[in-house]
């Protein structure tokens, strides 16, 4: 199977298991349990019918480092993918990145409304807990307690919603913007990065691999989360807003300090191979079983969407 099969093999089983999560299969709740419609369908909106299913890909393949199969992963790598989603509804919201479209489709404030947009992502955020408490994830307790504590701090103050706030603080409160390489690469560690290096480190809990494994995948979800933003940031300054599936050219529009305002165009893409390469470099303790990580390291270097 080549690279791009094996991404779209665990994007199609990625998208069936939320499909089960979210409820979208409604005909399984009746009465008193089944949720209400515009949410269900709103949340449905969010979840389903786009992305790349690149976190739950980081899951599924450092699981398979520690021989585990593919469906023993993938509630979990659903669960990521359920906080990735809440991310992107809400940040796509009028208050904070004000943002139409969406994996070439409106918003989900867009479709439906605000209001609706805020519960959709408030479920999901729960739906992700609820899912990695249950024993299908794995029968040992003190393994799920791991992952729900691990994606906890990833996605919270001290990950993703911290990086949030920084960001948004940077844009609406100019004095506290971030100047310095540093600084950004503090933010966005925190924004992008925590949830990409979580879901990299979610595979050797499940395999519950050794602390040197377990530190090796670390070092590659925090090389890769770089590459991933820098080529985001490349994305936003030369892609076409049709290929990309959302607003391009938004960070100069707002005057934004990143990686590539800061460095220019040909350092950031120098800055993306290094990284790039000690991303592969973090892999070397795992020898050929690590080829498919080797190749979505390349994969996120060169995206174009
Ligand atoms: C609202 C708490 C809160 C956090 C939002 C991740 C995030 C934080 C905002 C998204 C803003 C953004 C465009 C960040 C750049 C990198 C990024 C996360 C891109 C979107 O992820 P992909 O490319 O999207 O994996 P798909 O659609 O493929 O899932």
Not at 32 to 59: E, I, N, S, Y
Not at 72 to 99: G, Q, R
Not at 192 to 197: E, F, K, V
Request: glycine residues 8%.
């Amino acid at each position: 199977m080549t690279f791009a099969q094996r991404l779209d093999r665990i994007r199609g089983l990625t998208e069936a298991r939320l499909g089960s999560l979210v409820g979208a299969k409604t005909e399984r709740r009746e009465g008193h349990d089944r949720p209400p419609q515009r949410l269900l369908d709103a949340v449905g909106h969010a979840t389903l019918g786009g992305g790349k299913r690149f976190r739950p890909f980081l899951v599924v393949e450092s699981a398979a480092l520690f021989g585990l199969p593919e469906r023993e992963a993938l509630d979990t790598a659903a669960a990521i993918e359920c906080v990735h989603c809440y991310s992107l509804a809400h940040d796509d919201l009028p208050a904070m990145d004000n943002d139409a479209v969406r994996r070439g489709l409106p918003t989900v404030w867009k479709a439906f409304d605000e209001w609706t947009a805020i519960l959709a992502g408030d479920a999901l955020l729960t739906v992700a807990f609820e899912t990695l408490s249950k024993p299908e994830v794995h029968p040992r307790p003190e393994v799920r307690l791991e992952l729900i504590s691990g994606l906890a701090r990833a996605a919270g103050m001290a990950g993703m919603v911290g990086g949030q706030a920084l960001d948004l603080e940077a844009e609406r409160l100019p004095r506290t913007a971030p100047t310095t390489l540093e600084e950004i690469l503090h933010l966005q560690s925190l924004k992008t990065g925590a949830l990409i290096r979580f879901a990299c480190e979610a595979g050797a809990i499940l395999g519950q691999a050794e602390p040197e494994a377990r530190a090796a995948l670390h070092r590659y979800g925090k090389e890769l989360g770089l590459a991933f933003q820098i080529a985001d940031d490349l994305l936003d300054a030369e892609g076409d807003a049709a290929t990309v599936g959302k607003a391009v050219s938004k960070d100069a529009a707002a005057g934004k300090a990143t990686l590539v305002s800061l460095m220019g165009r040909d350092a950031a893409r120098t800055e993306l191979k290094r990284v790039e390469q000690a991303a592969v470099d973090a892999l070397r303790l795992f020898g050929a079983r690590a080829a498919t990580l080797i190749e979505a390291a390349h994969f996120v270097a060169s995206r174009n969407r």
